[in-house]
């Protein structure tokens, strides 16, 4: 198993654990997310150190290469010039080139195998990380949805209940008495007027024997 396989692993065990004791999903959720990312940056350190020894090997083995070539040619150049010794060295030069060559050619390779599987590795493990910010995405919803699910059954255990029930029966009671009093008062304010109109008739009563005397006073002047 790789070390960035391990590392994910690692990564993963430890949010299923954390979150099985986290109080606030949505905070550690973020925080895992960080975490990844910083395992992400670091693993493409990794990388590209790997990428720049790939391509060290790649320039030493081109050059190699490169310089035997040369020295064939110079060998050439040299048998073609009349200097067998000349050419005698630039083959040995060449054969030592070539060697070098071989030897880089084969370095370069390892190191080309190790940076593609790091690069792969790197790609799943971002392609790792997207699928879970999308799981963090869906988490989040379903987190804040139960939360506010939990808010209102809270608030619907209590509804119309105790402190409430009881106040609504009070206020049923004294809206009772307020209406007690008002029909009360309607009476009193019934008989006071009785009482009244008993009187304004008695005043009438005084009045008209009044006139009728005024009335028998007149006629007996006449």
């Known amino acids: 198993m790789s070390i960035f396989r391990r590392l994910r692993d690692v990564t993963m065990a430890s949010i299923n654990d954390l979150i099985d004791k986290s109080e606030d999903p949505v905070k550690m959720l973020n925080q895992y997310l960080r975490d990844m990312e910083q395992d992400i940056a670091d ?19 081109e050059d190699a290469l490169e310089m035997a070539e040369r020295r064939e040619a110079q060998a050439i150049k040299a048998l073609e010039a009349g200097d067998e010794e000349l050419a005698r060295r630039a083959l040995v030069d060449k054969k030592e080139h070539q060697q070098k060559s071989d030897d880089f050619k084969l370095q370069y390779d390892n190191a080309k195998s190790n940076a593609d599987h790091l690069r ?4 799943e ?19 804040e949805a139960a939360k506010a699910q939990k808010q209102i059954n809270q608030a619907m255990s209590g509804f119309g209940k105790d402190n409430a029930a009881k106040g609504f029966d009070r206020m049923s009671e004294r809206v009772m008495q307020l209406e007690a009093e008002a029909e009360a008062s309607e009476e009193l304010k019934g008989r006071n007027r009785s009482l009244d109109e008993e009187l304004e008739a008695i005043g009438k009563d005084d009045v008209d024997e009044e ?11 006449e």
């Open 125 to 143: 493990m971002k392609d790792e990380f997207q699928k879970m910010k999308n799981k963090k995405d869906m988490l989040v919803a379903r987190a």
């Open 211 to 221: 006139l009728a005397a005024l009335k028998a006073r007149i006629a007996r002047k």
């Open 43 to 61: 693993a493409e350190v990794a990388v590209a150190r790997q990428i720049a020894v790939e391509k060290k090997m790649r320039q030493q083995y």
């Open 120 to 123: 792969k590795q790197l790609g």
